[in-house]
């Protein structure tokens, strides 16, 4: 069975750091870009970040560049995102997506997500 | 990175056909044939519909059919259903290793 779980997040003040974790079965992990997309209470789907299949392209939302930086580790089957200097505006469900490809396409597969939460 | 533009509403009846919009720029959804359409229903995790424009994944319904002309994008729900009912976001790359998704629209079953 294929499955994405995410774990990491939590309450956090603002411009405290975490984070976050995605641990993937049932799918050859290498062979798939994987991507975080959030959705804050009550609004619509914000892609974050991805990464290909080799780490060798990666992007980010003008909205956390320079602020998060997602990886991924092969050997364990895991993806995941470090956010520093946190927000308010950070707040949101953040969801691990499979790509279809090995770089950036579309997202067939997807977590339950974990919940950030920056206030003081 | 600019959000792509969808209505933020559209309804119709049973059986109907419906199609919603979702208009970007030359720099994301009219230069790449990388469009993909999301289903979400409340409090669960979206699910893919179409992608690569008009490309169905197995287990989708082929009453869900999807295209481009320009930069615009259209995801059309022919046969409308009650379990139709839900939140719809398109999604394109937009270079450089970068996605950028619609703002959403709810889909209503009168």
């Known amino acids: 069975e294929v499955q994405l779980v995410e774990s990491g997040g939590g309450l956090v003040q603002p411009g405290r750091s975490v984070k976050l974790s995605c641990a993937v079965s049932?799918?050859?992990?290498?062979?798939?870009?994987m991507h975080w997309v959030r959705q804050a209470p009550g609004k619509g789907l914000e892609w974050v970040s991805g990464?290909?299949?080799?780490?060798?392209?990666?992007g980010y939302a003008d909205s956390v560049k320079g602020r998060f930086t997602i990886s991924r580790d092969n050997a364990k089957n895991s993806l995941y995102l470090q956010m520093n200097s946190l927000r308010p505006e950070d707040t949101a469900l953040y969801y691990c997506?499979?790509?279809?490809?090995?770089?950036?396409?579309?997202?067939?597969?997807w977590g339950q997500g974990t919940t950030v939460t920056v206030s003081s | 990175q600019s959000a792509l533009t969808q209505p933020a509403s559209v309804s119709g009846s049973p059986g109907q056909s419906i199609t919603i919009s979702c208009t970007g720029t030359?720099?994301?959804?009219?230069?790449?044939?990388?469009v993909s359409w999301y289903q979400q229903h409340p409090g669960k995790a979206p699910k893919v519909m179409i992608y690569?424009?008009?490309k169905r994944p197995s287990g989708v319904s082929n009453r869900f059919s999807g295209s481009k002309s320009g930069n615009t994008a259209s995801l059309t729900i022919s046969g409308l259903q009650a379990e139709d009912e839900a939140d719809y976001y398109c999604?394109?790359?937009?270079?450089?290793?970068?996605?950028?998704f619609g703002g959403g629209t709810k889909v209503s079953v009168l």
């Open positions: 999604c394109s790359y937009a270079g450089s290793s970068t996605g950028v």
């Open positions: 997506a499979k790509d279809v490809n090995q770089v950036i396409d579309a997202f067939d597969i």
């Open positions: 990464i290909s299949w080799n780490s060798g392209n990666i």
């Open positions: 030359s720099s994301d959804v009219g230069n790449y044939n990388l």
């Open positions: 690569e424009v008009g």
């Open positions: 049932g799918f050859t992990f290498d062979d798939y870009a």
